[in-house]
């Protein structure tokens, strides 16, 4: 399996999406998704580029290692203080990100 890695944060793109692949049986097909991906994610309706080609890499995803974000956030079952955890960069804002709502509704 092959996947597209940002070349700055480290990030899977499409990794929190279910309406974009993200995994790929062959590097030749995930460079294939890479072009439409830049045909297709050019401009958003604000103007930004939201997908550039050259800001990402193909890499194999046994080779792939996730970033690991530190997160400062407060207990919303019992309003304890402030707790510092670490998850990976493809969790934040998922449902296993402790900073979300349904973190702690399930």
């Given amino acids: ?3 597209l890695v940002n070349n700055k ?3 899977i793109f499409g990794a929190k999406s279910y309406t974009i ?4 049986d062959s590097e030749r097909s995930a460079k294939a998704a890479a072009t439409r991906y830049e045909k297709k994610f050019t ?4 103007g930004r580029i939201v997908f ?9 995803y046994s080779d792939y290692v996730e970033p690991i974000l530190s997160i400062e956030f407060t207990n919303r079952y ?3 203080g402030s707790h510092t955890t670490q998850i990976g960069i493809n969790d934040a804002g998922t449902c296993v990100d ?3 709502e349904t973190y702690w509704s399930m």
């Fill in 1 to 3: 399996m092959f996947v």
């Fill in 9 to 11: 944060t480290g990030a």
């Fill in 21 to 24: 692949k993200s995994e790929f």
């Fill in 43 to 46: 401009e958003n309706p604000y």
């Fill in 52 to 60: 550039k080609k050259s800001e990402y890499t193909i890499t194999d």
């Fill in 78 to 80: 019992d309003g304890s």
């Fill in 98 to 100: 402790p900073r979300c």
